[in-house]
């Protein structure tokens, strides 16, 4: 191979908890909720959906089915579709819910997988080109920046950028038509079948690892490295 395409979220990081999420949110507010109350909303907000790179919602609203599904193509629809799932959830102030998903964008919100570093850091030093292609709607550079992460990658391909999202092919694409990579010399790396999976219509091969918290998943990105050759 003579590049590697990872996806984001599930991936190379992982999401906080939903309650450390609301915790974090409440602490900055200065809003105090008794612990069985902050447990529920916490629950609550993981089965509307409402953290983005957590759990899908178990039941999605009907008015919000289309933002939903072309989330990932601008910022605005993004925000309107998470924003949207957490208001489904009553909590102490209506802009707790606007700061939920800015929490979300900050550094702190993400934890690398425990080997992300190393194996990015080996396929630098085999001369691999990399690049991070993800469906987002928000720019995710300062995560990689903040958890030194940034000098592996060479090249950044958000579908909120380019108005398209995996699984089009389009956008793994452009991610090879930046490091100069044939989609036939290329492994696309990713948590979802579908999504991921889409770069196999450009003829380059995937590698799926499993969504899991990061301490759960201590090595599951290592098989890279023997199949990057």
């Given at each position: 191979?003579?590049?590697?395409?990872?996806?984001?979220?599930?991936?190379?990081?992982?999401?906080?908890?939903?309650?450390?999420?609301?915790?974090?949110?409440?602490?900055?507010?200065?809003?105090?909720?008794?612990?069985?109350?902050?447990?529920?909303?916490?629950?609550?907000?993981?089965?509307?959906?409402?953290?983005?790179?957590?759990?899908?919602?178990?039941?999605?609203?009907?008015?919000?089915?289309?933002?939903?599904?072309?989330?990932?193509?601008?910022?605005?629809?993004?925000?309107?579709?998470?924003?949207?799932?957490?208001?489904?959830v009553p909590l102490p102030d209506?802009?707790?819910?606007?700061?939920?998903?800015?929490?979300?964008?900050?550094?702190?919100?993400?934890?690398?997988?425990?080997?992300?570093?190393?194996?990015?850091?080996?396929?630098?030093?085999?001369?691999?080109?990399?690049?991070?292609?993800?469906?987002?709607?928000?720019?995710?550079?300062?995560?990689?920046?903040?958890?030194?992460l940034d000098r592996y990658v060479?090249?950044?391909?958000?579908?909120?950028?380019?108005?398209?999202?995996?699984?089009?092919?389009?956008?793994?694409?452009?991610?090879?038509?930046?490091?100069?990579?044939?989609?036939?010399?290329?492994?696309?790396?990713?948590?979802?079948?579908?999504?991921?999976?889409?770069?196999?219509?450009?003829?380059?091969?995937?590698?799926?690892?499993?969504?899991?918290?990061?301490?759960?998943?201590?090595?599951?990105?290592?098989?890279?490295?023997?199949?990057?050759?």
């Amino acid at each position: 191979m003579t590049a590697v395409l990872f996806d984001f979220s599930g991936t190379l990081f992982r999401i906080e908890s939903t309650a450390s999420w609301l915790r974090a949110v409440l602490d900055d507010a200065e809003i105090t909720l008794p612990e069985p109350e902050l447990t529920q909303a916490a629950k609550a907000l993981h089965l509307a959906g409402a953290l983005p790179g957590g759990a899908n919602p178990a039941q999605l609203p009907e008015e919000l089915a289309e933002v939903w599904r072309i989330r990932d193509q601008s910022a605005e629809l993004h925000r309107a579709a998470y924003t949207g799932l957490s208001r489904q959830v009553p909590l102490p102030d209506p802009g707790l819910h606007d700061a939920l998903y800015d929490r979300h964008k900050t550094p702190a919100a993400w934890t690398p997988y425990p080997d992300a570093a190393e194996v990015l850091r080996a396929l630098c030093e085999r001369g691999i080109g990399i690049g991070v292609v993800s469906n987002i709607g928000w720019d995710l550079r300062p995560v990689f920046r903040e958890h030194g992460l940034d000098r592996y990658v060479d090249t950044y391909v958000l579908s909120y950028e380019h108005g398209i999202q995996k699984p089009d092919p389009r956008l793994f694409a452009v991610a090879c038509e930046a490091l100069e990579a044939d989609p036939r010399e290329t492994l696309m790396v990713g948590d979802d079948r579908r999504a991921d999976g889409g770069a196999a219509a450009l003829g380059c091969r995937v590698h799926l690892v499993d969504h899991l918290p990061a301490a759960e998943r201590p090595d599951g990105l290592r098989p890279v490295l023997e199949l990057a050759g």
